[in-house]
């Protein structure tokens, strides 16, 4: 992630970005927000059709300008309400205000209805918007539909600014404060503001109200003057997500920010490295690498860390069925794999290539137990569990590209391979020991 730390929100047009690992100790930090792709194009809304029940009548479904019916939407989620007279039948939608009522009366006509005024609410007698709205429920329950979450930035910018005329109030020069009762909603609005290119954060006071924090510049404050900067160690499990443009939002404690995913991004830098400036680089997109001097962890190394769990008898669980699959690839074979791409730059340059074990170079979890099994003569002590999210249950490598560019494909099989990662680890035990991955009972 990119920041910028020396210049105020005035100036950031062009900011100086620098790593996010350099803000520490910097009191003034800003996140820079990505570019979101464009929604739908909807001009009109369509108001559902009211079926017909005994003597009753029947509403079709009516087309409403989105440019009329965003405005309306805005201001009911934020200070409207619905009621049925259960003894007449009688529907009615109110929009509440205190100084804004003759632009209460032009909303609510343009999108069909003859309001009344009373005091501070300009209500219309409609049971067809009744039914649609009422949906919301009370306050606590509010929500944006997400078709209307879907919808281009010229029409959800609109749609804010109904909602922040109506809870919302400015609180600096480029920031809106809005306040709601409803979580969903409050997610909603920062959804919203941030698809309209500017910042938002979500939090909850201690009154149960959530306030959304909305910077209408594309920058966010991180260290709010102070240096609130942290390291934390962590070992636990990282997941990366990939997506077309490398680019992904995260929230974390109410705050949304874009996020590079490093991985894809470094890929299509490299590639582009070649494209731009001629440089002699090659992307290896390598699969199940493993071999002699592999300690393995449980998140990375998955066949060394499996030998060493039986090598240690440590208990291992397996998610899911075990018939899981991956293709492997030994070691000397990616080496072999390098030294051709490069001897072959002219034809290799600029371009990506699978390295792994391909088909022919497969193994599920209960094929690699009966290798190791037979290899130790013991058994492991195993228990299962059920599947964690994102688990592939098949993944194979295509590298015929790297076989028709530079003549490259594996040669190492499972079974040659294993056998060499195992004698190395039963050698070396006390590495494996030494450097905590495995400690002996």
Request: glycine share 8%; charged share 25%.
């Amino acid at each position: 992630m990119l920041v910028s730390w020396d210049c105020d929100h005035n100036g950031l047009e062009r900011p100086h970005l620098v790593e996010a690992q350099k803000i520490k100790g910097k009191p003034m930090a800003y996140l820079l927000a990505a570019k979101v792709r464009e929604g739908e194009n909807h001009t009109k809304f369509i108001l559902p059709k009211v079926r017909p029940k005994k003597n009753k009548w029947h509403f079709r479904e009516r087309s409403i300008p989105m440019e009329n019916w965003l405005p309306f939407l805005g201001w009911y989620l934020s200070e409207g309400n619905c009621y049925e007279d259960l003894n007449t039948g009688g529907c009615s939608v109110t929009l509440t205000t205190c100084y804004r009522t003759e632009e209460a009366v032009r909303t609510l006509r343009a999108i069909g209805p003859s309001p009344c005024v009373k005091k501070h609410h300009v209500t219309a007698t409609s049971k067809q918007l009744y039914e649609y709205v009422k949906r919301f429920g009370k306050s606590h329950n509010k929500y944006i539909p997400q078709e209307i979450k879907n919808l281009g930035q010229k029409y959800l910018t609109i749609l804010l600014k109904s909602l922040l005329d109506g809870d919302g109030n400015k609180h600096s020069k480029n920031g809106w404060k809005y306040t709601t009762v409803s979580k969903k909603l409050a997610d909603d609005v920062q959804e919203i503001a941030i698809k309209c290119g500017m910042t938002a954060r979500v939090f909850l006071d201690k009154e149960g109200f959530y306030r959304v924090y909305i910077n209408t510049t594309r920058t966010a404050q991180c260290n709010l003057d102070q240096d609130r900067s942290e390291w934390v160690d962590y070992n636990g499990m990282v997941y990366s997500v990939e997506v077309p443009n490398s680019v992904v939002m995260v929230r974390q404690n109410g705050c949304a920010y874009f996020s590079g995913n490093s991985k894809g991004a470094g890929d299509q830098y490299w590639l582009d490295y070649a494209r731009i400036y001629g440089l002699n680089t090659i992307v290896f997109r390598q699969s199940g690498i493993y071999g002699p001097h592999q300690f393995g962890i449980e998140e990375q190394g998955w066949l060394a860390w499996f030998c060493n769990a039986l090598l240690f008898d440590k208990p291992v669980t397996i998610f899911g069925d075990g018939k899981q699959v991956r293709d492997v690839l030994y070691v000397d074979d990616l080496l072999r794999a390098f030294n051709l791409a490069f001897k072959n730059i002219k034809k290799t340059r600029g371009n990506a290539y699978n390295i792994g074990g391909g088909p022919q170079f497969t193994l599920s979890i209960w094929e690699l137990f009966a290798i190791l099994e037979k290899l130790a003569g013991k058994k492991y002590n195993y228990s299962f569990s059920s599947w964690r999210p994102g688990d592939q249950k098949v993944y194979i490598s295509d590298v015929s590209k790297a076989k028709k560019d530079f003549g490259w494909s594996p040669t190492v099989s499972p079974k040659e391979g294993v056998k060499n990662l195992y004698n190395w680890i039963s050698q070396n035990h006390h590495l494996i020991e030494r450097a905590g991955v495995f400690k002996s009972r």
